[in-house]
């Protein structure tokens, strides 16, 4: 860490201790940092993917189930070739009037097609991966649609993952 | 999530708008914007906000040395907003 989160200017300080005191256990805590995977390839030539918690899923698959008092701990393959109209948020945890606009501010598939052509990045798997972050249940989570996208992220051939925590 | 593709053997690095999350959950490489939640990578229509914000993740995701490693950017919200509403003024949307 470069530096504490009280000395930035986070818009919603003390988000963790705010979710956790009203659903204790449902913040993950972590006391170790895992050893970084080196990349293989240069990033002109890796294939990327995409992992986001906004909800975001093709039209026409079964929504998130944004009711449950869980959480939904399934997870919606997103083709990496979708236009944004092919696209529907289902989640009701954040603020998206910024995405029903533009869905490239919280799922920048745009962006992604735009860098691949560009060979900025060697290409897209054939699918992103998108769930929704409400999941009350972080032991779960972490045993299940953790493992489950990781599992999908390697099937889809992807060398390198960047992720958006929604 | 984060740690599990990591420990599969592929890098990650993640956009984060929620520092103290970030601190507590220690994932491998991360990137945070002081943006409304919602709002990752940036505002609605400002393409070049949207790409800077993944190339910097990109270029962390590349130059970060050690575990838990967070690259700050320097852009605020507020000039964030700004400049997504003259984006929106100039190409005569309403806002």
């Known amino acids: 860490m470069t530096a504490h989160s009280d000395e930035t200017k986070q818009l ?40 986001s918690s906004a909800g975001v899923q093709p039209k026409g698959t079964m929504p998130f189930d944004v009711g449950h008092p869980v959480g939904d701990y399934s997870f919606r393959r997103v083709p990496s070739t979708s236009n944004p109209s092919d696209l529907e948020i289902h ?8 995405a ?16 691949a052509a560009e060979s900025v990045i060697g290409g897209l798997t054939p699918n992103f991966f998108s769930f929704i972050g409400y999941n009350m249940d972080s032991e779960r989570l972490e045993r299940t649609l953790a493992e489950d996208i990781a599992e999908a992220v390697v099937a889809d051939g992807a060398d390198v993952a960047l992720l958006a925590p929604a | 999530m984060q740690r599990a593709i990591e420990h599969r053997g592929i890098p990650t690095v993640s956009v984060t708008v929620a520092l103290d999350i970030t601190e ?7 990137v945070f914007v002081p943006f409304m939640m919602g709002h990752h990578f940036g505002v609605p229509y400002h393409r070049e906000l949207q ?7 990109l270029d962390h995701l590349v130059k970060a040395e050690r575990s838990g490693e967070v ?25």
């Not at chain 1, 989640?91 to 910024?98: A, V």
């Open chain 1, 100 to 115: 029903v606009n533009d869905l490239n501010v919280i799922f920048p598939i745009e962006r992604w097609q735009e860098l």
């Open chain 2, 51 to 57: 790409r800077q914000i993944i190339l910097e993740a």
């Open chain 1, 91 to 98: 989640q009701i945890k954040y603020p998206t009037h910024g």
């Open chain 2, 24 to 30: 507590h959950s220690k994932p491998p490489r991360a």
């Open chain 1, 12 to 51: 919603r300080p003390g988000l963790w201790e705010t979710v956790n005191e009203r659903y204790p256990g449902s913040m993950i805590t972590k006391d170790d940092f895992v050893p970084l995977a080196p990349l293989r390839k240069p990033l002109s030539e890796s294939r990327l993917t995409f992992v």
């Open chain 2, 71 to 95: 690259r700050f950017l320097p852009i605020t919200w507020a000039q964030a907003r700004r400049e997504g509403k003259a984006i929106e003024e100039a190409a005569g949307r309403m806002t």
